[in-house]
């Protein structure tokens, strides 16, 4: 216990706490993100109504201003779409279909380019100059042109999949298209580290290739990651956002945010704009309050700038 105690203080102490309590925006940043994960998270027993209830869906309901605006209900605090759904409650469940999709892409992403990156920077060789040229290649393509290429791959090769296996295959088209960042990121700090002492004498005591990179590179290399991966998030929700308001996201009937925008789009012209306005206005902070939390990172964690 007084060791616990002793590691929160020696945290509380560190110049990553101090960075973060300085840094007033960085504050703002996080408790808007900490409010939409547990207003996300937290849909089944905060939201004033399920989407997913067709009993609770009212047709009659449908196209509903918000409550401050005459013809509104304060049941309905934000209005209600086309299908009678309370808008407030459909972009705190798509808000959670975005944040799920989005961290599960990242972390597809971080376990291909961290492999790869491993095997590339320690092996070198042939294996290096496939891998890196692999990359290359692909970073010749915009990121949302990869995923729309993988997606439509997935969904050709099995027509009439379930929406299950549908959000399967955006997660994967989205992680698939950002692997390169840390396979190349990973690469360069692999070798580096390769050089250092502690890789040579885990060497001469006879450990294995497999047992110096994942239990002795990989610990040294993991805060860049970090850092690419906070941002690669806002990256991923965006891309998530942009499929689905393509229609080929994630399913109609588990709407996320970007699929609620490109609802919403078809009636803005015809005065329903809260429809659009609420989730784009989510959607927006969300990425934005990430990315700043992800600058933050990067920056009290760079030595060079301390």
Known sequence: MNAYLLRMRVFLASDLVYSFKKSKLTIVATVLTLIFIVGAFGAPILAPHDPY???????????????????????????????????????MYGTRLSLIVGLSSVLLAMVIGIVLGLVSGYFGGFADSVIMRVADIQLTFPAILVALLVDGVIRAAAQGTSENLALASVVFAIGLSFWVQYARTVRG??????????????????????????????????TPVLVIGTINLALAIVAEATLSFLGVGIPSTQPSLGTLIRIGNDYIFSGEWWITLFPASVLGLLVLSVNLLGDWLRDALNPRIK
């Open 189 to 222: 700090s692999t070798l580096i580290e390769k050089g250092k002492e502690y890789v040579m004498a885990a060497r001469v005591l006879g450990l294995g290739a497999s047992t110096i990179m994942w239990r002795h590179l990989l610990r040294n290399i993991m």
């Open 53 to 91: 209830d067709l009993n609770a869906v009212n047709l009659m309901d449908a196209l509903l201003p918000p409550a401050w605006i005459e013809g509104g209900s304060w049941s309905h605090p934000l209005g209600t779409d086309n299908q009678g759904r309370d808008v407030l409650s459909t972009i």
